[in-house]
């Protein structure tokens, strides 16, 4: 058995707002209070009047408008726009025409810039040859007689020249001077 | 027992929702005539909305005109068909935004703006009221522009189109980009000032 306490206070001007805004956020029991109370119904009523008469009054503030619409003249239709009227290509094809004639008119004013772009083109590498290349560079990083002059094999590092780079720890002004206790030199 | 918020929820879509929402598909798909069908049952409706935001007939028509040729050209990029309105709407407020951007604009370099032009214009052009519904009318703009000023920048959107323009909560949201919670909320608060401004209240009552 569903029992369905009854709501004895009035709704707050808040939940009058609330209804008048969006009927369904007040709850159940909300709604039938609102259902049967004849004080907060007027209150609401009174609410929802007043902004009817002002919705009224705000369309009739406006005058008649006879006006519907109506397409540009000259406008085609939708896809089937010409080709100059198509914004994107235009924006696209301006600057590459701009830059075409950018390159042709400095190939004009400097012919002697002719030969030496066919120069260029015929010192050209093959890509797929300059791609075998790398591929046998990355195999064979550096031919194997200089691979021992590049790699630590045969390095000693009591070596003078190894001291400097990778110095002992005694060796070491900083560390050394870290490790001891009492006054630092600065 | 349906209480109204079940039967709110399960309400179905009325008939010209469902054929404005043929009129979107169609259109999207390049049919003009759709795409009339659209305008012209929502033109009144953006001209009002423009009208009161500009108060003159001459720039209402001209800008409700460029909606819906932007409408149309953007048209691709509405997502969901149902949210044409609220679509359009959020449009309205741009090309509204821009218009009173311009304005200003216009103001700074000439002393005498365009607008004293197009109210000439609007004068001549409009069919005269009566002087009691021209009085009624002034007395309407100045009170409603009274009680707005009360209101914050939101609040005065959100009032604007859910009382002005009478649009759907979902609609205000999809318009201004906004939640449906948000909207409720500044509504709830416009309401509230609404409530208490005895003066405009009053004056719609006639009293």
């Known amino acids: ?186 | 027992m349906p209480t109204a918020k079940t039967e709110k929820r399960n309400q179905p879509a009325s008939p010209k929702d469902h054929q404005v929402r043929l009129w979107v598909q169609e259109a999207k798909a390049g049919s003009r005539r759709a795409f009339e069908h659209l305008a012209n049952h929502y033109y009144g409706e953006i001209f009002r909305m423009i009208y009161y935001r500009t108060q003159s007939r001459v720039d209402a028509e001209d800008i409700t005109q460029e909606i819906f040729l932007k409408a149309y050209k953007g048209l691709g990029r509405l997502t969901d068909n149902n949210r044409f309105k609220g679509w359009l709407y959020r449009i309205a407020i741009n090309r509204v935004k821009d218009f009173h951007r311009r304005k200003k604009l216009r103001k700074l370099f000439k002393p005498l703006s365009d607008d004293a032009v197009n109210t000439q214009i609007d004068i001549q052009e409009s069919p005269e009221p009566g002087p009691f519904e021209a009085l009624t009318r002034k007395r309407f703009r100045l009170e409603s522009e009274k009680f707005m000023a009360r209101l914050s920048k939101t609040e005065k959107h959100v009032f604007t189109l859910r009382f002005f323009d009478q649009l759907a909560i979902s609609e205000i949201s999809t318009a201004l980009k906004k939640s449906e919670s948000t909207i409720k909320t500044h509504l709830y608060r416009a309401l509230a000032k609404f409530k208490h401004d005895g003066t405009f209240r009053n004056f719609l009552k006639g009293e």
């Open chain 1, 1 to 186: 058995v569903i029992v369905t306490i009854a709501r004895t206070e009035h709704l707050t001007e808040a939940q009058i707002i609330q209804a008048v805004v969006n009927r369904s956020d007040l709850s159940d029991d909300m709604l039938e209070h609102l259902a049967t109370c004849l004080e907060c119904r007027a209150e609401e009523t009174r609410l929802c009047a007043a902004l009817g008469q002002l919705g009224k009054m705000a369309q009739a503030s406006v005058p008649k408008n006879e006006m519907r619409f109506a397409w540009p003249s000259g406008q085609s239709e939708k896809g089937k726009t010409g080709f100059f009227e198509n914004r994107s290509i235009t924006r696209m094809a301006v600057p590459a025409l701009v830059l075409l004639m950018v390159v042709l008119g400095t190939l004009l004013i400097n012919p002697d810039q002719k030969p030496h772009i066919k120069e260029m083109a015929l010192h050209m590498i093959d890509p797929e040859q300059l791609l075998s290349d790398i591929d046998n560079l990355l195999e064979t990083p550096v031919p194997p007689e200089f691979q021992t002059t590049v790699s630590f094999i045969e390095i000693d590092p009591e070596d003078d020249f190894m001291q400097d780079i990778v110095p002992r720890i005694e060796n070491d002004p900083m560390t050394h001077r870290l490790k001891k206790k009492g006054v630092y030199i600065c």
